[in-house]
C-alpha cells in the first residue's frame, strides 16, 4: 500500500521537503492555469501573462490578471495546505518550495516557505521601486482598470512570474539549497514540467536523497520516484500526517 511506504519514507529520510504545484490549490478553487481545460486553453498565454504583453499593453494585462486577483484573494486554504502546516508543527517537514502564487501555504500557517514564482502578496513599480501591498492594489483596482505607481504614476506590475521572465534569483537558490540537502523530497499536486524547478528533484536525487510523489496523473520523473501516489493532495496529506507519530 502506498501511503504505508510513504508513511514510512518520512519517518526514515529526514530532513523531508515539500515541492508544491497548482493541483495542492485546485481543492481550493483555484484552476490549474496549466491544464489542457485550464484558461491558456483559451487564451495565449503570450498575450496575457508575458512580461513582453504586459511591457506592451499593462492595462490589457491587468484586464486579465484581475479577474484571476478576485478568485486568488476570495481563496481559502484546504486540507492539503493544513496538513502540510502541520507536519511542519510537527517536525516532519523542514520545508516547502511552491510554484504557485496564491499565499495559501502562508495563510495555512507553514512557516518555510519558498515562493519560486513570486506571489500576488505585492505588485511593484518599474521605474521608481515602489511595493504595494495586495490590499491597495485591490482598492486601486476598483477606480481603474489598472493600479497606478502611487509615487510616479506607471502602472504597477504584479510580483508574479510572467511568461519571459526569469525566477528571483535568491527563490531558486534557496529552494536549490532545500532540494539538494532533502534526503526526502515529496513533490504534491505538480507534474513536473515547468523549468527550473522541475529540475530540483533531480538535485534531490543527486544528492543521495529519494523522491516521493503525489500528483494526479503521471510525472516525467515517475520511474525515479520511491513511490508515487496517483490521488488527491489533500485526503493523501491528511492520511499521511494522521499516520505519522508526534515528534518534537
Ligand atoms: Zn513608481
Known amino acids: ?12 529520510r529526514q530532513p523531508c521537503v515539500v515541492l508544491t504545484g497548482a ?25 496575457y501573462a508575458s512580461i513582453d504583453a504586459f511591457l506592451a499593453d499593462p492595462v490589457k494585462v491587468w484586464d486579465f490578471y484581475a479577474k484571476r486577483l478576485d478568485v486568488l484573494a476570495d481563496a481559502q486554504p484546504n486540507e492539503g495546505h493544513r496538513a502540510l502546516a502541520e507536519l511542519e508543527e510537527r517536525g516532519w517537514v523542514s520545508g516547502i518550495v511552491t510554484q504557485n502564487i496564491d499565499r495559501l501555504h502562508e495563510r495555512a500557517g507553514s512557516r518555510t516557505v519558498v515562493e519560486v514564482h513570486g506571489s500576488i502578496r505585492t505588485s511593484s513599480c518599474l521605474d521608481c521601486g515602489e511595493v504595494v501591498p495586495l490590499a491597495e492594489v485591490v482598492r486601486l483596482l476598483e477606480d481603474a482598470p489598472a493600479p497606478a505607481c502611487p509615487r510616479c504614476g506607471r502602472i504597477l506590475k504584479p510580483d508574479v512570474v510572467m511568461f519571459g521572465e526569469y525566477l528571483p534569483p535568491d527563490g531558486i537558490a534557496h529552494a536549490s539549497r532545500l532540494a539538494a540537502q532533502a534526503a526526502l523530497l515529496l513533490v504534491v499536486g505538480s507534474s513536473l514540467e515547468v523549468h527550473p524547478v522541475a529540475g530540483l528533484p533531480l538535485e534531490t536525487l ?5 523522491l516521493a510523489i503525489v500528483n494526479r496523473g503521471p510525472t516525467p520523473l515517475d520511474a525515479r520516484a520511491a513511490v508515487t501516489i496517483d490521488a488527491g493532495a489533500g485526503e493523501t496529506l491528511r492520511a499521511l500526517a494522521d499516520a505519522l507519530p508526534g515528534r518534537r
Request: glycine share 14%.
Open 1 to 12: 500500500m502506498s501511503l504505508t511506504r510513504l508513511v514510512e519514507l518520512v519517518q526514515a
Open 23 to 47: 493541483g495542492i490549490s485546485t481543492e481550493s478553487g483555484i484552476p490549474d492555469f496549466r491544464s489542457s481545460t485550464g484558461i491558456w486553453a483559451t487564451y495565449d498565454p503570450m498575450d
Open 206 to 210: 543527486a544528492g543521495g536523497g529519494t
